[in-house]
């Protein structure tokens, strides 16, 4: 972090400002409805200021804080995807025998505040929405417009789990900006690391000094001891081949009796991507429309098939969400699907934890005397 | 009468050691029916069982409305008759060659002299039997699923 | 933003012929065929722009406005350069009914080509066997029209074809055609008993169990219902085939076809992309599991 500069809290409020002066639509983190939730700045006055986040499975509540920290929360119930692959969107409209494309006008959006976890989930959407053989278009332009000022953790909540996924606490490529705030009684500060040029530019119109080597220290250590004090983590172990190995495990029963189906881990969770169509016409049917929106796996009708669907039962959806998240994400896109952010737990009515479905998963495999062979099928 | 290399090949005889399969040779014969020749009809006393080598024969069996209703065809490498070996020892169906058959005929009455007298022997061959009324079992379940019915008549 | 994802945004510009992956490309009606009483076979023409060619194996997404979109195997002549396409479907749905209802004229959506192909070309100098149950002869019938179009790159073709009755056998003609050939060994089989029909009565696997093979030297195309294609791969495999030589054609739902709505996963594979062909040593552990 050599050449680090540190900003105040009137700089950071200084560097929305001039965000929305180049022309960016600034999302950040706001309180509205008892939750932080993302939405559109108008100003540093709209951050979170002094307000924390109590996150166990099954609950989210807001709590006020000793200091005035902006980034002292977590695993809300938005993630960033919301902006960059939306819930709803038009595709394309047809009239007569023509097919126009929806053109969304173009619009940079800059995300301020933005985990580890959610960094690397930004990334694998990049990987799985714009790396394939036929990226989708409007994704892509909207990442490409983005301007991202990441926050380090340094005070992770219940239900993170980001160290053992290896996504975080430190932010890892992928911003222009990364800061990481420390508050105490002196001082309200934000060390900035610069990740691009974009970054550097926009940094040298704010007010700001270096940093110096003892604050350079002090934040890269709050945010390493974050490592130790996450909530909860998942087993370390190679998790595509448990899940791999599990397909007739006891435990999707287990799961069954507990889990709703409602799909908001799905909703919640930032790098869930599964879309849907659907169709309209006006009344006269010369006018016809497409549009895309969120999916999700738990529905009973994601896998609709001759009629009727091929998972029927709970415990094979839940099967599927937790199988693809974990495991067949890496054979389909390279990587894990889950960034350890721990929304899918917090937001979960029931309380089910992947980390601990995950750790009985093992458990089961072990007493079954399975998996002691290796794999039968190809990798 | 065939020699044995006639009858190797076929699931009924692959369990039988060369002597047992010559025993059986003894009571087999090639025979020939000309297109339309009835080979049984339904309800009659069953004897005789024959492996296919070359054409098609029907299974049938009268449905008044609808008339004779092939059920199943067996062609080549297809064994004919099993209702010989259990009681009722009738045949449930009516087989009649569509077009020129040649067959191995065995003589069920010499096979089951020599199963009764020598279990050794009439062990493998049950077995086989029963492969081949496996197979068909399964085929004829895998049409009671109706596979290729449209998702619409259900 | 960095500069790897720049040129993925303008890659995806120009990909899709400068449009969006998921804007359909008009194509007119220019034939109709009813294969039975609810197969259609549509000969489809751009009215512009047309798509990358075909090959068999590979499946279309067929748009009508209004009504929806889904995922249609190629059906037709792999070596027609013209920028046709042929597409067999079967109205067993709202969209697949709005798609058999049109008629010469007409202008629907199609995006493609997407998926595995058949792999012809992997199978020269050996023997092909083809099964098909049902509709799947449809898929399958690329494959005979491409290797009978290079008859001599292959050794013996034989197609086995089940229907549930001689009124539901697409394709007819050519299948008689097919079986005058002396190079082409076709058996026909019908699952229920029908009045005026000669031919075989039984499971497509029973004249499949009765085929003499050399089974190093054959590759198996399958295609046809999940439960025929798994029946039909244990008797191949029973008959000495290797799983890695049988190749089946896998269906699950599709929104997108193009690897972005994560639909059609099977496991490990995303059908969309890592199929709709899949080799049996890949997809038979797959298929063995219950609601996967």
């Given at each position: 972090m050599t050449g680090a500069a540190v900003?105040?809290?009137?700089?950071?409020?200084?560097?929305?400002?001039?965000?929305?002066?180049?022309?960016?639509?600034?999302?950040?983190?706001?309180?509205?409805?008892?939750?932080?939730?993302?939405?559109?700045?108008?100003?540093?006055?709209?951050?979170?200021?002094?307000?924390?986040?109590?996150?166990?499975?099954?609950?989210?509540?807001?709590?006020?804080?000793?200091?005035?920290?902006?980034?002292?929360?977590?695993?809300?119930?938005?993630?960033?995807?919301?902006?960059?692959?939306?819930?709803?969107?038009?595709?394309?409209?047809?009239?007569?025998?023509?097919?126009?494309?929806?053109?969304?006008?173009?619009?940079?959006?800059?995300?301020?505040?933005?985990?580890?976890?959610?960094?690397?989930?930004?990334?694998?959407?990049?990987?799985?929405?714009?790396?394939?053989?036929?990226?989708?278009?409007?994704?892509?332009?909207?990442?490409?417009?983005?301007?991202?000022?990441?926050?380090?953790?340094?005070?992770?909540?219940?239900?993170?789990?980001?160290?053992?996924?290896?996504?975080?606490?430190?932010?890892?490529?992928?911003?222009?900006?990364?800061?990481?705030?420390?508050?105490?009684?002196?001082?309200?500060?934000?060390?900035?690391?610069?990740?691009?040029?974009?970054?550097?530019?926009?940094?040298?119109?704010?007010?700001?000094r270096s940093a110096n080597g003892a604050e350079i220290d002090d934040a890269r250590g709050a945010v390493e001891d974050a490592a130790a004090q996450m909530g909860r983590e998942m087993p370390a172990i190679d998790l595509r081949q448990l899940l791999a190995d599990s397909r007739e495990s006891p435990l999707w029963a287990n799961v069954a009796d507990r889990c709703l189906a409602c799909g908001n881990c799905t909703m919640v969770c930032p790098t869930c991507f599964c879309t849907t169509t659907q169709d309209s016409t006006d009344l006269t049917g010369e006018h016809a429309e497409r549009s895309q929106h969120w999916a999700s796996c738990f529905d009973v009708d994601f896998s609709y098939l001759h009629g009727g669907s091929v998972r029927v039962s709970g415990a094979s959806r839940y099967r599927q969400w937790i199988t693809h998240k974990l495991s067949t994400w890496h054979d389909q896109f390279g990587s894990s699907g889950c960034v350890g952010c721990g929304r899918c737990i917090a937001w979960c009515p029931v309380g089910i934890d992947i980390t601990a479905e995950a750790r009985r998963l093992a458990e089961l495999r072990e007493a079954s005397g399975a998996g002691e062979e290796g794999p039968d099928e190809q990798s | 009468m065939s020699s044995p290399d006639e009858l190797a090949g076929s699931a009924l005889f692959d369990r039988l050691t060369a002597a047992q399969l010559a025993a059986v040779t003894e009571a087999v014969r090639?025979?020939?029916?000309?297109?339309?020749?009835?080979?049984?009809?339904?309800?009659?006393?069953?004897?005789?069982?024959?492996?296919?080598?070359?054409?098609?024969?029907?299974?049938?069996?009268?449905?008044?409305?609808?008339?004779?209703?092939?059920?199943?065809?067996?062609?080549?490498?297809?064994?004919?008759?099993?209702?010989?070996?259990?009681?009722?020892?009738?045949?449930?169906?009516?087989?009649?060659?569509?077009?020129?058959?040649?067959?191995?005929?065995?003589?069920?009455?010499?096979?089951?002299?020599?199963?009764?007298?020598?279990?050794?022997?009439?062990?493998?061959?049950?077995?086989?039997?029963?492969?081949?009324?496996?197979?068909?079992?399964?085929?004829?379940?895998?049409?009671?699923?109706?596979?290729?019915?449209?998702?619409?008549?259900? | 933003m960095s500069a790897d994802i720049q040129s993925t945004a303008a890659a995806a510009v120009e990909h899709d012929g400068g449009g969006e992956t998921m804007l359909p490309v008009p194509h007119r009606v220019t034939g109709r065929r009813e294969e039975s009483h609810d197969c259609v076979t549509l000969r489809l023409e751009p009215c512009g722009r047309a798509l990358p060619p075909f090959a068999p194996g590979q499946f279309a997404m067929l748009a009508r406005p209004g009504v929806g979109e889904i995922a249609i195997s190629i059906s037709g002549d792999p070596s027609a350069r013209d920028g046709?396409?042929?597409?067999?479907?079967?109205?067993?749905?709202?969209?697949?009914?709005?798609?058999?209802?049109?008629?010469?004229?007409?202008?629907?959506?199609?995006?493609?080509?997407?998926?595995?192909?058949?792999?012809?070309?992997?199978?020269?100098?050996?023997?092909?066997?083809?099964?098909?149950?049902?509709?799947?002869?449809?898929?399958?019938?690329?494959?005979?029209?491409?290797?009978?179009?290079?008859?001599?790159?292959?050794?013996?073709?034989?197609?086995?074809?089940g229907a549930r009755s001689p009124a539901e056998l697409l394709f007819r003609d050519q299948l008689a055609d097919w079986a005058a050939r002396p190079d082409v060994a076709v058996e026909l089989t019908i699952d229920q008993p029908a009045a005026g029909w000669d031919g075989a009565v039984g499971f497509v696997t029973e004249p499949l169990a009765q085929l003499r093979l050399a089974p190093a030297q054959t590759v198996a195309f399958v295609c046809g219902p999940e439960p025929m294609?798994?029946?039909?791969?244990?008797?191949?495999?029973?008959?000495?085939?290797?799983?890695?030589?049988?190749?089946?054609?896998?269906?699950?739902?599709?929104?997108?076809?193009?690897?972005?709505?994560?639909?059609?996963?099977?496991?490990?594979?995303?059908?969309?992309?890592?199929?709709?062909?899949?080799?049996?040593?890949?997809?038979?552990?797959?298929?063995?599991?219950?609601?996967?």
């Amino acid at each position: 972090m050599t050449g680090a500069a540190v900003l105040s809290r009137a700089g950071l409020d200084e560097l929305i400002a001039a965000l929305i002066a180049e022309g960016y639509r600034v999302i950040g983190p706001t309180v509205r409805d008892d939750a932080i939730v993302l939405a559109e700045l108008g100003s540093g006055a709209q951050l979170p200021s002094g307000w924390g986040v109590d996150s166990a499975p099954g609950r989210y509540r807001l709590r006020r804080r000793a200091d005035e920290a902006v980034f002292g929360h977590s695993a809300g119930s938005q993630s960033w995807k919301e902006f960059l692959h939306p819930s709803q969107q038009l595709l394309w409209s047809a009239d007569g025998d023509g097919f126009s494309p929806a053109r969304d006008e173009p619009v940079r959006i800059a995300f301020l505040g933005v985990r580890a976890c959610d960094l690397a989930a930004i990334a694998k959407l990049g990987v799985v929405l714009g790396g394939g053989a036929h990226p989708d278009a409007a994704f892509a332009r909207r990442r490409a417009g983005l301007f991202v000022v990441a926050a380090g953790c340094t005070e992770p909540g219940g239900v993170c789990f980001c160290a053992s996924m290896g996504t975080g606490p430190r932010p890892g490529p992928g911003y222009d900006l990364a800061l990481t705030e420390r508050t105490d009684a002196q001082d309200h500060r934000f060390v900035v690391d610069v990740g691009s040029p974009a970054g550097e530019r926009v940094l040298s119109g704010l007010t700001r000094r270096s940093a110096n080597g003892a604050e350079i220290d002090d934040a890269r250590g709050a945010v390493e001891d974050a490592a130790a004090q996450m909530g909860r983590e998942m087993p370390a172990i190679d998790l595509r081949q448990l899940l791999a190995d599990s397909r007739e495990s006891p435990l999707w029963a287990n799961v069954a009796d507990r889990c709703l189906a409602c799909g908001n881990c799905t909703m919640v969770c930032p790098t869930c991507f599964c879309t849907t169509t659907q169709d309209s016409t006006d009344l006269t049917g010369e006018h016809a429309e497409r549009s895309q929106h969120w999916a999700s796996c738990f529905d009973v009708d994601f896998s609709y098939l001759h009629g009727g669907s091929v998972r029927v039962s709970g415990a094979s959806r839940y099967r599927q969400w937790i199988t693809h998240k974990l495991s067949t994400w890496h054979d389909q896109f390279g990587s894990s699907g889950c960034v350890g952010c721990g929304r899918c737990i917090a937001w979960c009515p029931v309380g089910i934890d992947i980390t601990a479905e995950a750790r009985r998963l093992a458990e089961l495999r072990e007493a079954s005397g399975a998996g002691e062979e290796g794999p039968d099928e190809q990798s | 009468m065939s020699s044995p290399d006639e009858l190797a090949g076929s699931a009924l005889f692959d369990r039988l050691t060369a002597a047992q399969l010559a025993a059986v040779t003894e009571a087999v014969r090639e025979v020939t029916f000309a297109p339309g020749t009835r080979l049984f009809d339904e309800g009659q006393i069953a004897a005789g069982c024959w492996l296919i080598r070359d054409g098609q024969v029907a299974l049938e069996t009268a449905i008044p409305g609808r008339g004779l209703v092939v059920v199943q065809t067996l062609g080549p490498g297809d064994v004919l008759g099993w209702s010989w070996l259990v009681p009722p020892h009738r045949w449930h169906f009516s087989a009649t060659a569509t077009g020129a058959v040649r067959a191995l005929q065995l003589e069920t009455s010499q096979l089951l002299a020599l199963a009764d007298a020598d279990p050794a022997l009439g062990y493998p061959l049950a077995l086989g039997l029963f492969e081949v009324l496996l197979a068909r079992l399964q085929s004829t379940r895998s049409r009671l699923l109706d596979l290729y019915g449209s998702p619409r008549e259900r | 933003m960095s500069a790897d994802i720049q040129s993925t945004a303008a890659a995806a510009v120009e990909h899709d012929g400068g449009g969006e992956t998921m804007l359909p490309v008009p194509h007119r009606v220019t034939g109709r065929r009813e294969e039975s009483h609810d197969c259609v076979t549509l000969r489809l023409e751009p009215c512009g722009r047309a798509l990358p060619p075909f090959a068999p194996g590979q499946f279309a997404m067929l748009a009508r406005p209004g009504v929806g979109e889904i995922a249609i195997s190629i059906s037709g002549d792999p070596s027609a350069r013209d920028g046709s396409l042929t597409n067999t479907i079967r109205d067993v749905g709202a969209v697949s009914r709005a798609l058999c209802r049109t008629r010469p004229g007409h202008v629907i959506g199609v995006r493609g080509p997407y998926g595995t192909s058949w792999g012809l070309d992997t199978a020269v100098g050996r023997d092909l066997v083809i099964v098909a149950g049902g509709v799947g002869l449809a898929p399958v019938r690329p494959i005979l029209l491409g290797a009978l179009a290079a008859r001599d790159a292959y050794r013996r073709i034989v197609l086995v074809a089940g229907a549930r009755s001689p009124a539901e056998l697409l394709f007819r003609d050519q299948l008689a055609d097919w079986a005058a050939r002396p190079d082409v060994a076709v058996e026909l089989t019908i699952d229920q008993p029908a009045a005026g029909w000669d031919g075989a009565v039984g499971f497509v696997t029973e004249p499949l169990a009765q085929l003499r093979l050399a089974p190093a030297q054959t590759v198996a195309f399958v295609c046809g219902p999940e439960p025929m294609m798994r029946f039909s791969a244990s008797v191949l495999l029973s008959k000495g085939m290797a799983a890695g030589d049988i190749r089946v054609s896998l269906e699950r739902n599709m929104k997108c076809g193009a690897g972005l709505c994560g639909h059609c996963q099977l496991g490990p594979l995303l059908l969309c992309r890592d199929g709709p062909v899949v080799d049996y040593a890949r997809a038979q552990a797959l298929l063995d599991v219950r609601e996967l």
